[in-house]
């Protein structure tokens, strides 16, 4: 690719990020797009919506900006969670990075980069090939490579000292959140699967009688899971039926929705036929959930008094290791009920064909990227399309194709992915959405690194190399040949992916395609609004590929970094503004998506010292290549090192912590309180009673009470 190209890919996706940075700043003080870009602010009652009008609602302006840069830490964590702080903390730690990598890169690398002549590229500077800015422009055995050398050292040093600073930061906050934090069910809770139900006894008598004899103190009460995932189907069924006619019935007249119930609708007392519906849908839901009592899941959650006694009980072991199986509770709201309809050989099955499907995915997509390399490669396009050749060589289109349309393209196929790894994952047996969700989100980051980086790196000029993974001793090399040879792709993919993915966030186009409809056919209002989650499983791993691709070319192609760098403020800035308007936390895992973040910038480094170490070699600098080797081993020891003194804190809160807080609880007068609400806090949702029509009769009335769980 030509400078020229990459600056119409700059010019094209910097226009359309103004625009959607316009449209947003007017859009969102229009009354009817309240629900679109503050939905959140809705459904908390903290904003009203307004039919006056003035003139300054039709000019653009950046006050939201102010607004989403004001909120410290505390307030964001308090608002959103740990797991919302940790995603922020992802872009001030790529910010640092790519600063201190931006400003060595660009007033070091770079120039000297420029100054080779390796590639005899005498074009004019608008017509220069962008691998001119790259290392493949140094002279083999100039001794100007040792500054790329040091470069990678001094680079190494800084990402892991952040790295460290920033584990450590987290797991502060995450201790300084839990000591501050409300009694919550999870923390007193646990769930245990494979439960041996002896002959002639039951699974609630046998969890209750086992907990009694080995946790007498400190067990309170227990819910035994049922077989519902049908039922919940029905339910789901019956609430799309109910919000469907309780729109009709706002709009249809009393008279329409009459009649009687005598013979043929003719005879008898008048009756609304809506409401005769709704109440057949209660009675048929009754009759489900009272067949469903005795349908037992060999598995329970347990509560405790304390955390700590949920902590113990946590590690019991029975004299057979598939019986008596526990892991940490999710929050109740969390819980992804279908999980324990599924027996032990499902569960196994459904993890066979995630691990299948996934590569098979893999494997297809290669499909897509063999489109994309083809479209950066103009002869190969005259080649294919011999017809297309005139207006193939038409400057613009040239620079259209080969700029813009390719890393467009690839990002329209990736857009499927991650909801086909929720799918995967779901199919996998988790007990929680955040399980599914963090389980999709390291699919997606591999497939993302796999595919994205990989593939079109193999498939761009080391296809021909496909037995490299079977001669570890060439990998250096052939990576030094492939990945400066992709420089150009990636930094437009950044340009194209990244910029315009990042505006479209903030401007959320298919929502307000949705809500102009909704308005306009349907009338919904915003009592019916539902505030959405932000997606973790999609969004860290494209934030984590730019990471991998800044680290990767940090000295191989550092034209890259300022373009990162745009996309992280914009990122920072957008996200902050979606978190506190837009999306709702449906769940809290404390944290626990630093450590992906972690292990991926470790394998980004990692990726550098072996591309660095085929570089030298390939540059006829050996001493170099030499000295670079013990970098990926330092950087591994470093990773153990932070595995061993911050991952169990992730994992579990020490005793030490359990027992602080135990004793700061036992001073709360609503204790009792919550222990009651905590008897009851993880009743399967689709036995709770179903009341459409209002009624207030025994129809109404629990299915099941505590005593019976």
Same mark, same amino acid.
């Given at each position: ?12 996706? !910097? ?5 959607? %940075?316009t ?6 003080k ?22 006056? =009008? ?6 653009? &302006?950046? &006050?939201?900006?102010?607004?989403a ?27 640092? *990075? ?55 050292? #001094?680079?190494? $040093? ?25 009694? !919550? ?21 046998? #969890? ?12 309170? +009460? ?11 189907s ?10 469907? =006619? ?62 700590? $006694?949920?902590?113990i ?9 598939t019986e008596w ?61 011999? %017809? ?28 499927? *992915?991650?909801? &086909?790894?929720?799918? !995967? ?8 959405? &955040? ?23 193999? +498939?761009? +000029? ?36 990244g910029?315009?993915?990042?505006a ?30 932000? /997606? ?7 934030i984590?590929?730019? #990471? ?54 470790? %394998? ?47 994992k579990? %809160?020490?005793?030490?912590?359990l ?9 709360? /007068? ?26 207030n ?13």
């Open positions: 690719m030509i400078l020229s190209a990459l600056l119409t890919s700059v010019g094209i996706n !910097l226009g359309l990020c103004f625009l959607f %940075f449209l947003y700043s007017i859009l969102r229009q009354p009817g797009n309240i629900t679109v870009y503050a939905p959140r602010l809705v459904t908390e009652g903290k904003f009203q919506q307004g039919d006056h =009008f003035n003139l300054e609602q039709l000019l653009p &302006s950046a &006050s939201w900006v102010k607004k840069w004001e909120p410290s830490e505390e307030e964001l964590i308090s608002k959103s969670g740990l797991d919302a702080f940790i995603f922020m903390r992802m872009f001030i730690f790529s910010l640092r *990075v790519f600063s201190i990598g931006g400003i060595v890169g660009i007033f070091l690398l770079l120039p000297i980069n420029y100054m080779g002549s390796q590639l005899s590229d005498h074009s004019d500077f608008q017509n220069k090939s962008l691998d001119s800015f790259s290392i493949s422009n140094v002279n083999n055995g100039s001794n100007r490579l040792w500054i790329h050398f040091c470069a990678a050292y #001094v680079f190494t $040093g800084v990402v892991c000292y952040l790295l460290y600073y920033e584990y450590g930061h987290i797991s502060s906050k995450r201790l300084a959140h839990f000591f501050s934090s409300e009694p !919550l069910p999870h923390q007193f809770t646990i769930l245990v699967r494979g439960i041996p139900v002896p002959p002639g006894s039951t699974c609630n008598e046998t #969890v209750e009688r086992f907990f009694k004899e080995y946790h007498p103190s400190t067990y309170l +009460s227990h819910s035994v899971i049922r077989r519902s995932n049908k039922l919940q029905l339910i789901n069924d019956a609430e799309k039926l109910y919000k469907k =006619f309780a729109q009709i019935k706002d709009k249809s007249e009393a008279s329409q929705r009459q009649r009687c119930d005598g013979c043929f609708g003719l005879f008898g007392h008048k009756v609304d036929r809506l409401e005769r519906r709704l109440q057949d849908i209660e009675d048929n839901l009754r009759m489900e959930q009272s067949s469903l009592s005795a349908k037992e899941v060999p598995a329970a959650f347990v509560s405790f008094k304390s955390r700590f $006694g949920a902590a009980a946590l590690n019991i072991q029975g004299v057979n290791p199986i526990t892991e940490k509770a999710p929050e109740p709201l969390d819980v992804h009920w279908p999980f324990f309809s599924e027996s032990f050989i499902k569960r196994w099955i459904g993890k066979l064909v995630a691990i299948f499907a996934c590569a098979a995915l893999t494997i297809l997509f290669f499909i897509p990227v063999a489109i994309v390399q083809g479209l950066t490669n103009l002869e190969q396009l005259e080649t294919w399309f011999p %017809f297309l050749k005139s207006i193939l060589r038409m400057a613009v289109v040239s620079q259209v194709i080969t700029g813009y349309l390719p890393s467009l393209i690839l990002q329209l196929f990736l857009s499927v *992915v991650p909801p &086909s790894m929720i799918v !995967l994952s779901s199919l996998q047996g988790y007990i929680s959405w &955040s399980q599914i969700q963090k389980s999709a989100c390291t699919k997606v980051l591999w497939f993302t690194i796999w595919n994205i980086f990989f593939a079109n790196v193999l +498939s761009g +000029s080391a296809l021909y190399r496909v037995n490299v993974f079977l001669e570890p001793k060439e990998i250096p090399t052939i990576l030094a040949e492939a990945v400066p040879a992709q420089a150009s792709f990636f930094i437009a993919y950044v340009v194209t992916s910029w315009t993915n990042i479209s966030e903030l401007f959320q186009l298919l929502r307000f395609i949705c809500n102009l409809k909704n308005r306009i056919c349907s009338g919904e209002s915003a009592d019916e609004l539902e505030a959405p989650s932000i /997606p973790y499983h999609s969004e860290i791993p494209r984590l590929l730019f #990471v991998l691709l800044g680290i990767t070319y940090f000295f191989l192609a550092p034209l890259i970094l300022p373009f990162l760098l745009v996309y992280f403020c914009w990122g920072y800035i957008i996200y902050r503004n979606q978190l506190l308007n837009v999306y709702v936390p449906k769940y809290d895992t404390g944290g626990e998506f630093w450590s992906k973040v972690h292990n991926s910038t470790i %394998f980004s480094l990692v990726l550098m010292h072996v591309i660095a170490i085929g570089i030298f070699g390939l540059k006829k600098l050996p001493l170099a290549s030499g000295l670079t080797i013990p970098l990926p081993i330092l950087t591994l020891l470093f990773d153990d090192y932070c595995r061993k003194r911050f991952l169990p804190l992730f579990d %809160f020490p005793a030490e912590c027992i602080k807080k135990d004793r700061q609880d036992q001073n709360d /007068p609503h204790l009792s309180e919550f222990y009651e609400k905590l008897t009851r806090a993880y009743d399967d949702p689709a036995l709770m009673p179903k009341n459409y029509t209002g009624r009769d025994s129809h109404a009335s629990p299915l099941l009470h505590t005593s019976d769980v």
